[in-house]
């Protein structure tokens, strides 16, 4: 059986049934999944949420089951990974770059086989308002969808895959938003061409799918590929309805949009609320006609929901192998990369080695620059240090440097097209901290405490139960 | 990040923020994500590009 979001939820059941939750009663999509969701997260929880009753964009009962934060917690990637939940740091980043470069060679299948194909609407019956499309954030402009976007290169015919907005803008026309990368390329070059650009989008599928349309591989990779080697299997695919054999779209997932460029158009989409926590302005963005749409026959709708964990996440994972790989190159006793939530899981790098020689931390800083333009202050620090524990590399950081010496300032380099705070447009600044002990000077001890006294005196040994209770620890 | 201004929508009074060089003084309409009224900025309730709007704008 092929891996599909399916696959994953049994497995998630199975291994992790403390992180998955449904809600049963009706909800609407505008406002109110988000609503819960974020309210979940004022608790610290970041369940995987479906919501088995949401109504649709005409506000009635849609029949279909909404999922959303399936990447908010980092132990739910890393059993779509395979691996244990215990292993949500730096392995399931490593096991992701290691599955990145295995690329696994999709299989066509027959429609008759796919379970994406069981309810075809074309003409007519296309109506993107059936959907329980989530509307997330006060000042959006209506509900997007925001999942992975699969298009071939109108030259080589080569997949591209990436997370894309789709403001819904009538029963089957949508605006999107694309940045100058591979997508852009394509819609750009079809449209020199006065021709539209076939796409799909692509509603619910295994977590390996989506996290494979977030490796930052070279235009010349095909991404279907990519996903394979994620999900360490084929993807199935299959012939598109609209577009037949022009675009391939994957055969188990949820729900899939068949959909076209409009060649020449620009309109008003937007505002939306981003990655980086603040709603992004109304922009000119391209018209999308939307020629099919096939499902499941009871399919879940996967909502991403931005601005919070389940997309940090879903971003940071796939760079953090990437990084550790290119810092390694450039400083071989590296030990973890981290991309915390705090900083969008984009803004902030913290690095930690084992330092051999003075300067290294800076050399390890900078190694981080080229790989994508979001990261704006990187932090290295020693591997005495959890990258993993904010706290930790905030203590380094106040105990370990001096601002006059430990901090360099890069001016003028290119840096993410959507950070608020940056001035230019493509043009920012960056700020390394080498918050590692000086290796040319005696340097102060770490307090600790004898280990066979930390043994000696666990708190379940000494303490009562009822205190125990009282306190949280429960072993 | 690109500059922006504030609109205030004429038919709701609905506010939100748009691209400055995609939209002012550009005869392009700009929709209202509330109400989903076109309009152009000549024809905004009202326009904020100094500063921040203060609340009871």
Known sequence: MSKDLRSFLKKLEAEAPELLVRVPGEVDPRFEITALLQNLEREGQYPVVIFEQAKNLKGQPSGIQVISNLFADRRAIALALDLPKEKWRLETSLEYQRRQSNLIKPQVISRDEAPVKEVVKMGDEVDLHDLPVLTCHAMDAGAFLNDAVIAPDPDTGVYNASHHRQQIKGQNITGLAASPRHLWSYMRRAEDRGEGLPMAHVLGHHPGFYLGAEALVPMETDEYEVMGGILDEPLRLVPSEAFGDRLLVPADAEIVIEQEVIPGTREAEGPYGEWTGYFSPQTLNWMIKIRAITHRRDPYYMGIFVGHPDSAHLGSIPKEGGLFQQIKNAVPTVQAVYLPWSGTCRLLCYVSIAQQAEGEARVAALATLPLFDEIKYVVVVDDDIDVFDERQVLWAVATRTQPAESVDIIRQVRGGTSDPSQMHPTQGSKMIIDATRPLDRPFPVRLSIPQEALQKMKPEAWLAAKDLTRLGINR | ?57
């Open chain 2, 1 to 57: 990040m690109v500059k922006l201004f504030w609109v205030k929508c004429p038919n709701c009074g609905g506010k939100f923020y748009v691209h400055t060089a995609e939209f002012r003084g550009q005869e392009r309409e700009m929709r209202c994500p509330f109400c989903s009224t076109f309009f152009k900025d000549v024809e905004a309730q009202a326009i904020w590009e100094e500063d921040e709007p203060p609340q009871d704008w």
